[in-house]
């Protein structure tokens, strides 16, 4: 995938409003002066809980528009799969594999959190998220559009 260069939104839990199964983030910093389009992916995320979970992976799905997610109950996108040993703390235990195509627009942003049973988790006592927004290089992809349209008549 071609990049040409990335940013970092970090949603801090100071500003979050948390509810049972979500966390909330509004009013969000805008990236650029316009609405450009690009991969995101959670690097880094970590969720505490006061009392154990039943399960030890808990889903994670954010709302962010996307070009390139589609789900069988129609749901947001899932943005990763969190993991923890204790069932209170959980966190990303291996590379987040997921990239949503979509725009840094962001204005807002919610995280639903669910059990493996698609159950509502309890209410989070913390919840800290760094998003990594990797830019397409629009002028080389419209190049290799416009070398690949000869060969395509």
Known sequence: MPYSDCQYLYLSNAQASKAAGSVTWQNIPTLSLSSRECYITAVKINVLF???QAHNDI???GSIPTMNYKASDNSEPLL????SDDNKIFDLNIENPIHLFSNDNIKNFKLTLSQTNGTATSTPTACNILLKLEYVNQSEQQEQFLMELPKRI
Do not use: E, F, M, T
């Open 50 to 52: 006061g009392s154990a």
């Open 59 to 61: 889903i994670v799905k």
């Open 80 to 83: 990763a799969v969190l993991h």
